[in-house]
Nanobody, 123 residues
């Protein structure tokens, strides 16, 4: 089993920044990806960003390109999401996820999920 614990959510004004962290523990894989998804009230869960652990390839959802940056810390098995120029429409619960092998933007590739952290952007 893999445990994922997110942190760093909170309330911020539009135009501000937040940095989310997700620490993984438990079972390890020879190759995997970690990603962030978000879900606003009454809406479907949507892809935000992902990173392949083997070669640092990154993927971003269209709505966050140029504003969000995903990165990782190998030693800590932690993935980060730096969120800049936040907008009220970024308000959602943000979930960290891990995919054995390829991840990308498809939530079905991700087997392990964190409990989520709330991000609220006020206008």
């Amino acid at each position: 089993q893999v445990q994922l614990v997110e942190s760093g959510g909170g309330l911020v004004q539009a135009g501000g920044s937040l940095r989310l962290s997700c620490a993984a523990s438990g079972r390890t894989f020879s190759s995997y990806a970690m990603g962030w998804f978000r879900q606003a009230p009454g809406k479907e869960r949507k892809f935000v960003a992902a990173i392949d652990w083997s070669d640092d390839t990154t993927y971003y959802g269209d709505s966050v390109k140029g504003r969000f940056t995903i990165s990782r810390d190998n030693a800590k098995i932690t993935v980060y999401l730096q969120m800049n120029s936040l907008r009220p429409e970024d308000t959602a619960v943000y979930y960290c996820a891990l995919a054995p092998g390829f991840g990308g933007s498809n939530a079905l590739n991700y087997i392990y999920w964190g409990r989520g952290t709330q991000v609220t952007v006020s206008s």
